[in-house]
């Protein structure tokens, strides 16, 4: 069984933060974070979750990357998709489809059967263990990062079983009329839901794990057939004006997992195509192509920042680190300081141990914690430019702080008492400690 290699793999972070699980002999699998596929899921996910009733701020997305057509509900509100399902659909629609159904599973309060029963306690364990490890790939500390995730998703499998019939059909339900309330049609639900029927009892090397979790019959598809006929001629949208940035998406995943087959089906002159071969050739190390299709693709739209940061990350991999800092500025710029790409920034800028970029990168770290609270990565980092700025106690307690998101309480212990008298009373960072000290002693009680 073979893992990725998280140090390096985050260094050059291509699909921003990669942390591996277990794989099996067909596939492996991991969790990706990825600022470019977040967003766009999320821009026609927020009003289903609004449709909802739900803070669409509370629903977290979890992409899984491996084959397996499937996505689930675990741990509360989180919802897990497959990258094998977003590459089977053919639209946007049909993806928003699937997630009303999943949030009808979340509104419902049914969630996925366990071969335990396990309790609500035990799963959100499970699910800080998972993001735990997302925010920890890149720590340079890959390995612990990998344990934490591996104890989670093989928990999170093994419990896994199904929904019910009756949970399935009161999720579709919901579904359609998150989908109707939010203005979306109800054509892709009936498009995914055909496709998933033409391949059952299909022999396959990758298990169509959605019908298992998720059991099909013709009620359920004759149920989404006259809900779509029921509304069809009400002009509800088709999603189709992010058609192009879904095909990106599912063209960045197939480059990114298949890199040797990507010519055969991305062989045109399409922004797609240059970008899925841009990424092949990144997985293939083939510097010379991947600069020619990079740069085809950021001629045509200069401003885009997912084309700067994939160059970025190719330069600072392959050590031309000016390169990379012009192009990462140039993403975090067109991006609007997304969370995961100035922290990849800021990773370049702490590479240069220049006392200017690294008050630079501090400050892109602070804001990205503002926006998205609770990396181990980016306490790491924070640490690592503090400690070559001589603010010892200061790198210390992001230290502190990166081994409490890991859940390494051992490690939180020893550094602790390091910073007893570190700190002037009342300051930010004598609080930080303060509840980094509760939180140490609450632990060590309950271990007790």
Do not use: C
């Amino acid at each position: 069984m073979k893992f990725l290699n998280l140090t390096k793999l985050f260094s050059i972070l291509i699909l921003a933060l990669i942390i591996a699980i277990p794989s099996s002999a067909q596939a492996r699998e991991q969790f990706i974070r990825d600022t470019e596929i977040e967003r766009l899921i999320k821009s026609y996910s927020f009003p289903i979750f609004e449709a909802a009733k739900l803070d669409p701020y509370s629903v977290n997305l979890l992409i899984i990357d491996s084959p397996t057509i499937n996505a689930f509900v675990a741990g509360g509100s989180n919802i897990f998709l497959y990258t094998g399902l977003i590459l089977e659909t053919k639209t946007p629609l049909e993806l928003a489809g699937v997630i009303a159904h999943e949030t009808g599973h979340i509104t419902g309060g049914h969630l996925i059967r366990t071969q335990n029963n396990i309790k609500e306690a035990q799963m959100q364990s499970i699910i800080g263990m998972i993001l735990g490890g997302l925010v920890a790939a890149g720590s340079g500390q890959g390995r612990g990062g990998v344990a934490a995730s591996q104890a989670a998703q093989s928990m999170l499998e093994r419990q896994l079983l199904s929904y019910s019939r009756v949970h399935e059909n009161a999720a579709d339900q919901a579904g359609f009329g998150f989908l109707k309330e939010a203005g979306y049609s109800l054509v892709g639900s009936v498009d995914f839901l055909k496709k998933l029927q033409s391949q059952e009892g299909r022999s396959s090397s990758v298990s169509n794990e959605y019908t298992r979790t998720h059991p099909l019959t013709k009620d359920r598809i004759n149920a989404a057939i006259e809900q779509y006929s029921q509304t069809k001629e009400l002009g509800l949208d088709d999603l189709s004006q992010f058609q192009e940035a879904h095909d990106r998406i599912k063209a960045k995943i197939f480059a990114y997992n298949y890199p040797d087959q990507t010519q055969f089906l991305y062989g045109g002159k399409s922004i797609v195509d240059h970008y899925a071969r841009a990424m092949a050739a990144y997985r293939k190390n083939n510097l010379s192509t991947f600069e020619k299709e990079i740069n085809i693709l950021i001629e045509r739209e200069p401003n885009n920042p997912y084309f700067w940061e994939l160059k970025g990350q190719a330069m600072l991999e392959n050590g031309k680190l000016q390169e990379a800092l012009i192009a990462l500025e140039k993403a975090s710029m067109f991006s609007d300081n997304a969370p995961l790409i100035i922290t990849l920034y800021a990773h370049a800028l702490i590479q240069t141990q220049d006392n200017q970029n690294l008050e630079q990168a501090i400050t892109l770290l602070q804001r990205a914690e503002k926006i998205e609270k609770g990396s181990a990565f980016r306490h790491r980092l924070l640490g690592l430019a503090y400690g070559q700025l001589g603010q010892k106690e200061i790198a210390r307690l992001h230290q502190a702080e990166e081994a409490f998101y890991m859940r390494d309480y051992k490690l939180l212990d020893r550094i602790l008492p390091q910073l007893k008298d570190a700190f002037d009373t009342g300051s930010s960072n004598w609080i930080k400690y303060q509840d980094l000290v509760q939180i140490n002693e609450r632990v060590k009680s309950q271990q007790k």
